[in-house]
């Protein structure tokens, strides 16, 4: 499965290097580029901690430019962006590798990993899904 290439990561906040590691923003942005060959549009700013906190909505801006916004859980396929809320802001991403609620994604400080979006913990935070319209 195309996705076992992006489990057990090591996290590296802002790393563009996958072989380094990776926080969450940067992982989804490398399935898309090399399982979709969509790309994110750099905007150039210098990516800092307190800057990804204040600014999470960076990507959700540019995929639902391109995309459609899916609020039902139910309703989720594979390559499908998920957003997740934790402590009321939408600070964590992952992808969706199939359509029946598993999705990879990059923990801080822990290897990336595939989970049910259906679980208790995920399912409570989910805030939204976006399906890019890919180009390819």
Request: proline share 1%; charged share 30%.
């Given at each position: 499965?195309?996705?076992?290439?992006y489990?057990g990561l090591?996290?590296?906040?802002?790393?563009?290097?996958?072989k380094?590691?990776?926080?969450?923003?940067?992982?989804v942005e490398?399935?898309?580029?090399?399982?979709?060959?969509?790309h994110?549009?750099e905007?150039?700013?210098?990516?800092?901690?307190?800057?990804?906190?204040?600014?999470p909505e960076?990507?959700?801006k540019q995929?639902v430019?391109?995309?459609e916004?899916?609020?039902?859980?139910?309703?989720?396929?594979e390559?499908?962006?998920?957003f997740f809320?934790?402590?009321?802001v939408?600070?964590?991403?992952g992808?969706?590798i199939?359509?029946?609620?598993?999705?990879v994604?990059?923990?801080?400080?822990?290897?990336?990993r595939?989970?049910?979006i259906?679980?208790r913990?995920?399912?409570?935070?989910?805030y939204?899904?976006?399906r890019?319209?890919?180009?390819?």
């Open positions: 499965m195309w996705s076992d290439a489990i090591n996290y590296k906040f802002g790393s563009h290097d996958l380094q590691g990776s926080d969450c923003l940067r992982l490398e399935i898309y580029k090399k399982e979709k060959n969509y994110v549009k905007d150039n700013k210098q990516v800092t901690r307190d800057w990804y906190i204040q600014n960076r990507l959700i995929a430019e391109h995309g916004i899916i609020k039902d859980i139910t309703q989720l396929r390559f499908d962006a998920v809320k934790m402590k009321k939408v600070r964590h991403i992808v969706m199939d359509n029946y609620g598993h999705f994604h990059q923990l801080e400080k822990r290897t990336s595939v989970d049910d259906n679980a913990h995920w399912h409570k935070r989910f939204c899904a976006v890019p319209k890919f180009t390819e």
